[in-house]
């Protein structure tokens, strides 16, 4: 069980999958700090009398809300979260000001088309892992919206994607706490690097390999 102290943002799960060093630049180097660390918002209960509510009386749009699981030190903010109205014989959550029992949706909107990778949807269930720690209810499903497609693709929290999203919580919470940034190891994925500058790949690969005459080379150029 991690504390607030501890509490990393999920979207350095994303980072961490793409680049071990990109995730260290920002969340243990703060090279982003004023856009990276927000702090852990209240709770879902507390928050929940600011739902905007959609036109449909059976479904309740919550945009922007605070996630925190102490359970996997992660933090952030679900884009939306959709509530759906039970059948009364149905059980689900209470809503303050809501008649009815409700069961969460939380739905997230991505660039793009669907990536070929996992990352995405470990994104998600990092999401419905908090948002059952915050609510005390399982969520067995969400979706990702995805802008190039403009259609909804519904994921399953099932098992084999709940361990996947745990052992990255850990790798991720084992790189902060080593306090280590991992030297650059250049590859086809550091040309579209949003913190290109800032690594340097190339340079510090030369570096770390002491091909000082490659450096002055690639100086001169
Ligand atoms: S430039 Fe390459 S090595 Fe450096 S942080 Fe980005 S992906 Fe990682």
Same mark, same amino acid.
């Given at each position: 069980?991690?504390?607030?102290?501890? *509490?990393?943002?999920? $979207? /350095? *799960?994303? %980072?961490?999958?793409?680049?071990?060093?990109?995730?260290? *630049?920002? %969340?243990?180097?703060?090279? =982003?700090?004023?856009?990276?660390? @927000?702090?852990?918002?209240?709770?879902? %209960?507390?928050?929940?009398?600011?739902?905007?509510?959609?036109?449909?009386?059976?479904?309740? @749009?919550?945009? !922007?809300?605070?996630?925190? !699981?102490?359970?996997?030190? *992660? @933090?952030?903010?679900?884009?939306?979260?959709?509530?759906?109205?039970?059948?009364?014989?149905?059980?689900?959550?209470?809503?303050?000001?809501?008649?009815? #029992? =409700?069961?969460?949706?939380?739905?997230?909107?991505? #660039?793009? #088309?669907?990536?070929?990778?996992?990352?995405?949807?470990?994104?998600?269930?990092?999401? /419905?892992?908090?948002?059952?720690?915050?609510?005390? =209810?399982?969520?067995? $499903?969400?979706?990702?919206?995805?802008?190039?497609?403009?259609?909804?693709?519904?994921?399953?929290?099932?098992?084999?994607?709940?361990?996947? @999203?745990?052992?990255?919580? #850990?790798?991720?919470?084992?790189?902060? $706490?080593?306090?280590?940034?991992?030297?650059?190891?250049?590859?086809?994925?550091?040309?579209?690097?949003?913190?290109?500058?800032?690594?340097?790949?190339?340079?510090? !690969?030369?570096?770390?390999?002491?091909?000082?005459?490659?450096?002055?080379?690639?100086?001169?150029?």
């Amino acid at each position: 069980m991690y504390n607030e102290d501890d *509490l990393v943002m999920i $979207s /350095a *799960l994303q %980072h961490l999958a793409f680049c071990k060093r990109q995730c260290a *630049l920002i %969340h243990l180097e703060q090279q =982003w700090a004023e856009n990276r660390f @927000t702090v852990l918002g209240e709770i879902l %209960h507390e928050k929940v009398h600011k739902f905007e509510s959609d036109t449909r009386a059976d479904c309740i @749009t919550a945009r !922007s809300l605070r996630l925190v !699981s102490y359970e996997l030190g *992660l @933090t952030g903010q679900a884009d939306v979260v959709e509530f759906y109205r039970c059948k009364p014989e149905k059980s689900g959550i209470k809503i303050p000001g809501k008649k009815g #029992k =409700w069961l969460p949706f939380p739905v997230e909107y991505k #660039k793009g #088309k669907p990536k070929t990778d996992n990352i995405d949807r470990v994104q998600l269930c990092a999401q /419905a892992i908090c948002l059952e720690e915050q609510l005390v =209810w399982p969520i067995q $499903s969400g979706a990702l919206f995805y802008g190039d497609k403009r259609r909804r693709q519904q994921v399953n929290f099932d098992g084999v994607l709940r361990l996947e @999203t745990i052992q990255l919580a #850990k790798k991720l919470h084992d790189l902060i $706490s080593s306090g280590k940034t991992p030297a650059p190891n250049y590859s086809n994925k550091c040309k579209s690097c949003s913190l290109y500058n800032i690594c340097n790949p190339k340079l510090s !690969s030369l570096i770390k390999q002491k091909k000082y005459e490659e450096i002055l080379f690639a100086e001169d150029e």
